[in-house]
Structures are given as C-alpha cells and as structure tokens.
C-alpha cells in the first residue's frame, strides 16, 4: 500500500494560519494576494454538499475554494456568483473556506465509504493558491485516512499531480479515484482567450499522463469544445496520454455565457477563426462542433470510450 506513511505531509501550519484568520483578513502565513487574484478567508457550514441537476449521480460535491483564479471565459460558475461585481471580475477573486477540513473531519470513519464525490462543480481544486494553502491536500488527507469513497476531482491543472501519493494511498485502502482533465482546444490562441489564467494544453497532457501512469483512472473532458485545429493530429495527441475515456460537449452559447469581461473578445475570436460575421458565428460554430465530434470519434474509438453530455461526468462504476 502507497501508505500515509510514505506522503508528504500535510501542511499542518498552514491549516492553523488558515484557522487563525478572521474572515477576508489573512494573518501570519496565509497569502491575501496569488498572481492576479485577492484572496479571502471564509467559513462554510459543511464542505460537502448534496448534488441536484447535472450532478445528481452523485452524493456530494466538494468545493474547497469559492471563486476560481483561472478565470475561464466561459465559466457558468461566474453566474452563480453573490453579485454581479462578483460576477463581472470573476477570476481574480478566490475565497479560501478556511474551516473546510475541519467540516470534513467531522464526519464519522467511514461514513462516506462508496459515496460518489464530485470535486470540484464551481471552482478548480488545483487553482495556483492551492500550491500554498494546501487545502485540497489536506481533505484528500482526510478522505485517505477516514473514509473510501468514489471521488472524481475535475480540473484544468497539472498540479493534480503533487497529490499522486494521496490518491494512490486512497485507491489502496479500498475507494475508487478517477481525475478528470479538461482540454477545451488544441489551439493555444484560443485557449489564450478562453482560459486566459490556465496552463497550456501541452502541460495538461502530459499531467494527465502522468496520472494514468501511476495506475490512477482518468478522463480527458473536451467541455465545452471550442474551435480544433486539426482533429486528427488531436486525437493522436490524446491518445498518447494513455487515457481511455473521453467526454465531448459543446459550447453553451445561450444566455449571455460569458464572463463580461472577455465576452467581445472571445466571440471576435471565434469568428474570425471560422471565417465568418459575428452574426453568423454561432451556426457556424455548431458545423464545426459536428465535424470535430466525428473526426475525434473514428479516430478515439476504438480503442477509446468517447461519450457526449451528461452521460460522460458520470461516477466511476
Ligand atoms: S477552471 Fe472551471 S471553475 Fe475555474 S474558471 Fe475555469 S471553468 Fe470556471
């Protein structure tokens, strides 16, 4: 067994900063600033919360962070957010729920035993203020020693990977792990102006990689798709990673799902790339979509599983 024993510590010090800081003050070492993003400090009654809706295969989802630094263009979580100044400078904002672990010990051993755990819905575990913090770390901590659930953790970063050592540890004493990465492009523009905050595709393949090599499942989510340049050459690329499990969706264009910030930006982008008006952009977005979808699909599969919506974020059997 990958045994606690063998990990990294778990930052204990930073939990007791975390602990120590009142609300929106960070004290001693907890960072208040993390590249372009404010950090907060903030209490929440219960770090896991019962799933509805698209995540209803699941029991809970487990945020650690309100608010997310990568600040994607087309993130619907900026529309869940408290107000609208919230809403409109989504991606330079997180607040640290300093109190999350603590929530988690709570519960008794092995009570979330087999419960399907989604992280994260609303914010990526491994945003840039985790490196410091360590709050992912430390719940995955938690999970490790008490409890085995069934946890898929969906991110944009290569970061998952520091936690290799936990989530084996995790697999070991009988839950089930599965990560999932997205990749929205293969282009780097667009992912430059969808994603301006997140790290490359490149470095996101080779995480992803690196976690199917240590033996933990994976799934490559292409949610939403954007533009592709060369699908074929794509789908090589995913293979390579050694993952077998892929998710497509396509890009929601209804109800103004932009964050204001980047919304002009990104439709000029689009439409300049399909070659066509900005009135136009969005049947012409939807052809591509199709083609893509198709040429991902004969080439993955097989030997891949490539599945579309709903049906693909559902929990690991
Ligand atoms: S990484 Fe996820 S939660 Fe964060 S901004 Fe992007 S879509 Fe939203």
Redesign the pocket.
């Known amino acids: 067994m990958a045994g606690l024993a063998d990990s990294r510590p778990v930052p204990a010090g930073w939990q007791r900063a975390l602990t120590r800081a009142p609300d929106n003050k960070a004290e001693g070492a907890a960072p208040h600033k993390v590249g372009h993003a404010s950090i907060a400090y903030g209490q929440t009654r219960d770090i896991l919360t019962r799933t509805s809706g698209y995540l209803k295969a699941y029991d809970y989802s487990l945020n650690p962070y309100a608010g ?1 630094s ?3 263009t087309y ?1 619907y ?1 900026a529309f869940f957010s408290r107000s609208r100044a919230a809403r409109d400078s989504w ?1 330079y904002w997180v607040t640290v729920k300093r109190n999350a672990v603590d929530t988690l010990a709570k519960r008794r051993d092995g009570t979330l035993d087999g419960k399907r755990i989604y992280m994260s819905s ?3 575990p491994y ?1 840039p203020v985790e490196r410091t913090v360590q709050l992912t770390r430390s719940l995955l901590a938690v999970l490790c020693k008490r409890h085995a659930p069934v946890l898929v953790i969906q991110t ?1 970063s290569p970061d998952i990977v520091r936690d290799l050592d936990l989530l084996g540890a995790l697999q070991d004493s009988g839950g089930t792990v599965q990560v999932n990465m997205t990749i929205t492009t293969d282009d780097e523009d667009i992912r430059r102006t969808f ?1 301006p905050f ?1 790290p490359s595709n490149r470095r996101r393949l080779t995480a992803i990689a690196q976690v199917r090599a240590a033996g933990i499942d994976a799934c490559i989510t292409l949610t939403p798709l954007l533009l592709i340049r060369d699908a074929r050459r794509f789908a090589d690329q995913l293979l390579e990673t050694n993952v077998r499990r892929f998710v497509c969706q396509d890009f929601q264009f209804g109800g103004g799902h932009f964050v204001a910030s980047t919304r002009a930006e990104a439709q000029r982008l689009i439409a300049s790339r399909l070659g066509c008006s900005i009135g136009a952009f969005r049947k012409q977005y939807r052809a591509h979509y199709e083609k893509v979808r198709a040429a991902l699909r004969s080439r993955l599969c097989p030997p891949a599983i490539f599945t579309e919506g709903k049906d693909g974020f559902a929990p690991p059997a």
Request: hydrophobic content about 20%.
């Open positions: 997310c990568f600040g994607c993130c979580a991606g609303v914010t990526d945003q944009r994603e997140c």
